[in-house]
């Protein structure tokens, strides 16, 4: 079946710096991609929808200077965190839909996860 | 506000006991996810569920959505130790093809032996 791989699982940054991670289509096109932050014991929230070729959709309440995504390709995604705080150690997890068969209700693939931790 | 409720919100059941989890939209839900989830790792997929009165199994683990297609259910017989973890309710909402899905907040479950 179709797989998103996410990468890395983890990462561990210093307070300042900027971290990417990776969201890659392994077996189908992506045009649209979306992003997830889930803090402990909470759900998932949608933090923006990454589209391919164009400008991502921010939720409200996301700062898009911050959360800088980049779809260049139809497989990959990329969502930077820049000038990271401790606040915004959290989970981050991506999904893509496979749409290529016009099918409205397709299953929703999720990458593993990144565990990022400012300190 | 929160668009899909999902209850409980955490339970504790001894090994070989029945469950169910509840999820509820004020909207009409187009399609409906149910996914497990470890703590700080992926989702794993558990079932779709599309048309209203539509029911799934697999293994131990069935998932009914409502006529309404309001509200869906999720049931484990038997309750093991390899299912606990945190059960998501996903949905789409908005009714176009290749929307993200909203989620719930999220049932944990342990499971006692």
């Known amino acids: 079946g179709a797989v998103v791989s996410q990468h890395p699982s983890w990462v561990i940054c210093k307070s300042g710096t900027s971290v990417k991670i990776e969201c890659r289509s392994l077996d189908f096109q992506a045009t649209t991609m979306f992003w997830y932050r889930q803090f402990p014991k909470q759900s998932l929230m949608l933090m923006a929808t990454?589209?391919?070729?164009?400008?991502?959709?921010?939720e409200q309440g996301v700062e898009k200077d911050k959360f800088l995504i980049n779809h260049a390709s139809l497989t990959l995604s990329t969502l930077t965190v820049t000038s990271a705080h401790p606040e915004d150690s959290s989970f981050y997890i991506c999904s893509a839909r496979d749409v290529g068969t016009g099918i409205m209700n397709t299953e929703a693939f999720f990458g593993q996860g990144t565990r990022l931790t400012v300190v | 506000s929160q668009e899909l409720e999902q209850s409980p919100q955490s339970l504790i059941v001894q090994e070989g006991k029945n469950l169910t989890i509840n999820c509820t939209s004020s909207?009409?839900?187009?399609?409906l996810y149910w996914y497990k989830q470890k703590y700080g790792e992926g989702l794993i997929f558990l079932m779709m569920l599309q048309k209203g009165g539509e029911e799934k199994s697999h293994e131990k683990i069935t998932a009914k959505l409502d006529e309404k297609k309001q509200q869906s259910s999720l049931h484990i017989t038997a309750s093991q130790p390899s299912h606990a973890g945190i059960y998501l309710c996903g949905a789409d909402i908005g009714g176009q093809a290749g929307t993200a899905l909203i989620f719930g907040k999220g049932t944990t479950l342990s499971v006692s032996s």
């Open positions: 909207k009409t839900l187009y399609g």
């Open positions: 990454s589209n391919e070729g164009s400008k991502a959709t921010y």
